[in-house]
Structure formats: C-alpha cells, structure tokens
C-alpha cells in the first residue's frame, strides 16, 4: 500500500568546485516521534536549536515504533495498526518521503487447531548489525520474536521462544501483561558479535542468547519482582526497558518494573542500582538511555509507584536523574522542566539520546508533549507540543 | 461480485466499489488481496480467523464465517465497526 508522500529534506553535497575544498553538509539531528495517531519527524539544524516537523505520517494508526536503519541512512520502519485493522509494518527507503507496507508483516505460525497465538501489534524494532544488512528484529504483543532477512518486506517467527513450551508459560497470560497488552521489547544485539542478542519480555524477564538465538536462556538472577512473589519464577519479572552501553558491550542497563539495574558482564547478576535514588522519588518507570560514549553514564524518568502505581511524575514535578559514576550516584536534572503540577507519564520507548558532544537527550509524553536536552540534562526545552499521546521517540544522525 | 470497502481499507484499493469473485467469504478475500496485497491480514489473523471490529453483510445479513457460502451476483459489505477514541 502507498502511504502519504509527505515533504522531506533532502540534503546532498555540493560538488567541489576547482580549487576549493569540497564543502562537507553538516550532519544533522533526526527525531523519530511514533504516537498513538501517527508518527512525526523532526529535523533539527546544525545546533539542535530549530526543528522542522514533518507529519503527520499515517495520521489515526498507532505507531509503536518508528526507526531509521542507522546502515543506509535511509530506510524507515514503522510498526503500525489502527485500532481497529491487524497490524502492519511500513517501511520508507526515501527517509519518509514515500511508504510501502510489508509483503508478509510479523504473524505467528497458524496452529492446526486454529487456536495459535494472534500479533495483536509490533512493538520493538531493532536494525541488524552492521555485518548483516537487510536484517530487521521485531517484537510483539503478545511477545514474539521476529526477524526480517530483506530490509522488513518479509517477516518469519524467529528462533524457538514464540512456540516453545517452557517460553509460553514464562510470558505468562494477557491478565499478567502491560495494560495494552505482554510486550517483547529491548531486543539488542552485541556489536561485537551478531551471534550475541538479548530480549526483554514483560512480564517475562530478560533473555539471552549466545548461539544466534538458536536457544535463549534466562538472565534474571539478582532481579526483585513484586513483594510475595518468588523471583526463581521467570513470569514473575518485568523488565521495562534494557539498554547496552555502545562504549562497553559488556555492561547493560534496566529500568525494571522493580527498580533500577545494571549488569556488568561476565557475572549473570544484576546490581539494584536504583537504591541510590532519592527516597522521595523511587526508582520505578519505563525507560532508560545510556551515553554513547560514557559507560558510566545513564539516564532514567523516574515515576511514581506508591499506592495504586499512578507512574506519573513523583508529586507533579517532572525531572531526569542521571549517573555518571554508574548508578552509585543519581543527579536530579530538571532545569526548564515544569516546577509543579506536570503529571507527565513517559513511555520506556519515549527517551533517546543523540551521539553529539555534547549528548542531547530526548523524550515525549503522553501528553504530547516533545522536549529535549542539548548538554545532557543540564537544561531542557519542549521542542513540540499538541501531539498525540507519544509512544516511541528515536534518534539518528543524517546528513 | 461488488465488493464494499471501508474507509479505513481504501488507501489499498483507492476506491469504495471493486469487484471479486469467490464461492465463499474467504475465497473472495483471498482474492481481494492478490488484486490489493496486504488487505486480507488487517481482516483476518494469522489463524484464520476474522478480526474483531470488522463485518462482514451480504444482503443485509451478517457473515461470521470464512466458510460461508457466496453467489456470483451477491454484494459484499465490509464494514468496519469503529469504537472508542
């Protein structure tokens, strides 16, 4: 299907003209804004300082995600439904300019009784490695783990996790889910070694796998699950949100329903590095980004679990809380972010971080509004307001 | 057979009224997407089975089954039943 053809930058070099040097066009920030009535694309200038909206993409149809292949520069995947039509990706190899949906979007494999599980929408994608274009990974709800081999035309179930018995009974019921539905997120891959993956599932926990993901196998040891329940019970686990630390592939970072941890390879336990926090604001929310180039670096949104788990803001006054001694220490950063009153809730897909220096920092609300850091979290400024409820914000470098 | 389809499925078709042919609901959709690929799945699951919200009327009757019997001068409404914000 075609899609809208929305307007979009398109920045080539100039050619070198004799006896100059060819002028380099500077490389400059994309936003990726996915949210529950379509997606938007922000393009900064130079300094982050201005941005162009470009949207809405496939206005009314819930963006989970929304991603550029960091390989070519220009391909975009979407994972898209309505509420009301099966989910579909759409895919863009004009950075958004044209979009075509996929051949055979993520599905499970029919069961001869007819009583298989149903992709209820993808929620996670994550590009191959470098060493192995054309390769997409998806996620869905309810969890399943899929990968493309052509750039996301195609989609095929992928390794034994959506069928397997013991895997089945770890993701647990609709009842044991997020409130839209069991999510497999975070799935990450060792920039050393393809072979080398990681998934979360909540409920579900967290997974790993050495051999390709022929096999994956558990990697909850030291994760706390809700008081009464036995953490050797893998369901019982909810990671929100894993991140790997790009400068130090052996460390890895989660904002779990039960606080916040990090894993320092090779041990198999996680640290509960959230016990750092302030008291007064916990270490319970959804998402979390690491710097690029600082692996004792993070950054979390902190929201409120207390009582009837309201995950908003702690007491209405919204603020990122950074590390940068590996979670033995936390940073309150809420320069320019609203004082009282902001009952923000931030998606574990809804924060991202630029590869600038400095860093900038980025993340939506669910109420629409966009904000971001060019210091990393020193100060903040709402960038785009008024949009639908954010899911998923994203970013990449284009030239 | 005439074939009605919904807003929300016409960005495949690029027009209200097409034409398909089958002896049941599900050969005509198997139909629909080989003219419109991709229609077929926001329809139906990947067990066979129709999704909720959308309905399927043939002379002013409802049809629950892919199973279910068509003639070739029978008019087929999709409709999709829309809900909530």
């Known amino acids: 299907m075609a899609s809208k053809t929305r307007k979009a930058v398109t920045r080539t070099a100039r050619k070198p003209t004799a006896g100059k040097a060819p002028v380099k066009t500077p490389r400059r920030v994309l936003v990726l804004v996915a949210t529950r009535k379509g997606a938007w694309l922000l393009h900064g200038d130079a300094a982050r300082r201005s941005w162009r909206v470009d949207g809405p993409h496939f206005l009314g149809h819930i963006v989970h995600h929304l991603v550029l292949d960091p390989r070519d520069g ?51 994608l994550t ?11 998806a996620g869905t709800s309810p969890q399943g783990l899929f990968r493309s081999d052509d750039g996301g035309v195609t989609w095929s179930p992928f390794s034994h996790i959506n069928d397997d018995p013991k895997y089945v009974e ?174 923000w809730t931030i998606k574990r897909q809804a924060m991202a971080a630029d590869a600038r220096d400095s860093v900038g920092l980025y993340f939506g609300t669910t109420s629409g509004e966009l904000w971001m850091s060019r210091d990393e979290g020193q100060r903040w400024n709402c960038i785009a307001r008024n949009l639908p409820e954010i899911y998923a914000v994203e970013t990449a470098e284009v030239a | 057979m005439k074939v009605l389809i919904p807003s929300p499925l016409r960005s495949y078709t690029q027009r209200s009224w097409v034409a398909a042919t089958g002896a049941t609901l599900g050969e005509v959709l198997v139909d629909l997407d080989r003219q419109f690929p991709g229609i077929r799945f926001r329809m139906v699951n990947e067990q066979e089975a129709i999704r909720p919200h959308v309905r399927f009327f043939v002379n002013g009757e409802a049809l629950f089954r892919l199973s279910e019997a068509l003639r070739p001068d029978d008019e087929l409404l999709i409709v999709q039943a829309l809900s909530g914000g």
Not at chain 1, 127 to 137: I, Q, R
């Open chain 1, 74 to 124: 220009r391909t975009l995947l979407a994972a898209a439904k309505t509420g009301h039509l099966g989910p579909t990706v759409f895919r863009s190899t004009d950075r958004g300019r044209n979009w075509k949906e996929a051949a055979r979007p993520p599905a499970f494999a029919k069961a001869a009784d007819g009583k298989g599980r149903v992709v209820d929408h993808t929620f996670w």
């Open chain 1, 170 to 343: 770890w993701m647990g019921t609709v009842q044991d889910g997020t409130p839209d539905g069991p999510k497999l997120h975070s799935i990450i891959i060792d920039p050393r070694d393809p072979k080398h993956m990681y998934f979360g599932m909540s409920g579900g926990g967290v997974h790993e796998s050495v051999d390709g993901g022929k096999t994956f196998a558990p990697l909850v040891d030291g994760m706390q699950v809700v008081e009464g329940f036995d953490p050797a019970v893998i369901t019982f686990h909810d990671p929100h949100c894993v991140r790997l630390c790009p400068s130090n592939p052996d460390r890895l970072y989660q904002q779990n329903h039960c606080g916040i941890y990090r894993l320092d390879r090779p041990s198999r336990t996680w640290a509960r590095i959230g016990k750092s926090m302030p008291k007064n604001v916990g270490d319970i929310g959804f998402t979390m980004v690491v710097h690029p180039r600082d692996a004792d670096a993070a950054w979390v949104l902190p929201m409120d679990g207390q009582t009837v788990w309201p995950r908003t803001s702690p007491g209405g006054k919204p603020a990122v809380y950074g590390t940068r001694n590996g979670g033995r220490s936390w940073q309150r950063l809420d320069a320019g972010l609203p004082k009282e009153q902001a009952w």
């Open chain 1, 127 to 137: 590009p191959g490695p470098a060493s192995e274009p054309g390769v997409w990974y």
